[in-house]
Every structure is written in structure tokens, then in C-alpha cells.
């Protein structure tokens, strides 16, 4: 497999617990100051207000900004295949695994990002839309953690929001050391970058936040911890940003931004 998949156990669209910092990474490794970069927020069911956050976020980098809801493509057409090969990046929200590659392999949409990582499409995900690219996860789409099959574009299994979601880890560690795939375990705020279907870069942007590697052992799963580079940014002198500064940021947004 080409290309570059970018997978995170969880992140958010605000200025909390490094999600900034994750952000500014993802346009960073697009390589180009205002790249085009849409959002497939098809396993949440293309919700309004992740649409929102994501826009606010990227759109106030200089990103030129876009999504895709196959939810609505009845009231509002798109040409898909034209749109996503002609992105710089492409970010896949959580949600339910199930959903999410269910609705996919009925649109193709996992063949078409396979084009897309040929071309040099960065894909980015967090949660579900992290999961979806390997052969299986563990999902709490039905309630309860489950293991769930993945499009299998990347070797291996993935566990999400790992330490803040116990059971889920729990039920990882049982499934890999029964039969799943070997994999990792990431807490929110840390991310995995594969090139070419190998692992070339692992990282954190969260104090205490880590990623495991997670092996078959006689009794269940193993877990070694994985060197993670942090990406934060040295604090300002003045300190921490504040309740204005992000006022201020919002107003800009909103200002530079088309309707939609």
C-alpha cells in the first residue's frame, strides 16, 4: 500500500490538551501553507457541529476547507472521486466503526482512498476514522467494546482512546491474545504516521499520553511501550493562551470565512 495514513487514538477540534498541536502537525506534513483539506465525518453521521469545529480549526490555519456527506449526497451532489483526489489531506472523523465501513464499501469510498494515498494524499483520522484502515479494531458502535472488521488497507489491528476507555483496552488485550492481529494501542492525543504500510513516525502531543505495542502472550495481550516524539510547542513567554486570545481567533475566523 502507498502512500501516508496518519491515525490518532483520539482528538478533538478545540485548543485542549494538545489538539492544536496536532492540528498544526497535520498541515505540516501536507508540506504546503494552505493546503486543501476535506473531512469525512461519515461514521458520527455527518454531524453539523464537527463540521463547524473542523472548518473553525483548519479554515483559521489558512487551510482551504471542504467536506463530504454521504448522508446527503441526494440534496447536495458531489463528484466524490473528483473531489477527494484533488485534496492535499483528508481527514476521517470517529464515530461507529460498523457504520463507517459499511456505508463506505457501498460508496467504494475505500477504493477511492486507496487512489488517493497513490497520488499523495495525506489521510488522517481519529477514533473510528483511525481503526477503519486496519484489518480490525475494538468499537463500542452496539454499546459494549467489540472487535469489528477494518478495510485491511494497513497490517494489524488498532485500539483507541486506550487508557481512558478501560474496558476497550481490556477487551483488546483478550482479542490479541486469542486470534486478532497484533497492533497498538494509542491514547487520545498521540497519532501514528505510516508510509508505504510501515510505521515511520509515533507521537504525542499530551502530557502522560502514550502508544503501546500490543503482542499475542501465552495468557492475553502484551504490551510494550512505543518511543513517542512530542510535538508541542515550547509555551509562549507570557504563558498559557487566553479565554481572548481564542475570541479573537474565532472572530477572525468567521470574518475570513464564506458563507455556507
Not at 116 to 135: D, K, P
Not at 142 to 149: L, Q, T, V
Not at 158 to 180: I, K
Not at 236 to 245: I, V
Amino acid at each position: 500500500m502507498k502512500g501516508r495514513i496518519l491515525v490518532m487514538g483520539g482528538h478533538e477540534f478545540d485548543r485542549l490538551d494538545g489538539n492544536e498541536a496536532i492540528c498544526d502537525h497535520i498541515v505540516a506534513l501536507t508540506g504546503r501553507a494552505k493546503p486543501r483539506i476535506c473531512l469525512l465525518p461519515t461514521a458520527s453521521g455527518d454531524p453539523e457541529d464537527q463540521i463547524t469545529r473542523f472548518r473553525r480549526s483548519f479554515g483559521g490555519r489558512g487551510c482551504e476547507v471542504s467536506d463530504i456527506s454521504l448522508f446527503r449526497l441526494g440534496t447536495n451532489p458531489v463528484d466524490v472521486a473528483g473531489h477527494l483526489l484533488g485534496q492535499d489531506a483528508i481527514y476521517v472523523g470517529g464515530g461507529s466503526l460498523v457504520n463507517l465501513v459499511a456505508i463506505w464499501r457501498a460508496h467504494g469510498i475505500g477504493e477511492l482512498i486507496g487512489e488517493c494515498l497513490g497520488r499523495g494524499v495525506l489521510v488522517a483520522g481519529q477514533s473510528a476514522g483511525a481503526m477503519c484502515w486496519f484489518e480490525a479494531g475494538i468499537t463500542s458502535s452496539s454499546g459494549r467494546p467489540e472487535p469489528a472488521p477494518g478495510l485491511g488497507l494497513l497490517e494489524g489491528s488498532l485500539c483507541v482512546h486506550y487508557h481512558r476507555d478501560p474496558e476497550r483496552r481490556r477487551r483488546y488485550l483478550a482479542e490479541v491474545g486469542r486470534s486478532m492481529p497484533a497492533g497498538h494501542g494509542a491514547d487520545d492525543q498521540t497519532g501514528l504516521l505510516f508510509r508505504d504500510g510501515e510505521l515511520a513516525e509515533v507521537f504525542t502531543a499530551r502530557e502522560g499520553a502514550g502508544v503501546w505495542k500490543v503482542t499475542a502472550g501465552e495468557e492475553g495481550g502484551l504490551e510494550a511501550p512505543v518511543e513517542a516524539v512530542d510535538i508541542r510547542p515550547e509555551p509562549p513567554a507570557g504563558g498559557a493562551s487566553s479565554a481572548l486570545d481564542d475570541f479573537r481567533a474565532l472572530n477572525q475566523w468567521r470574518q475570513s470565512s464564506p458563507a455556507r
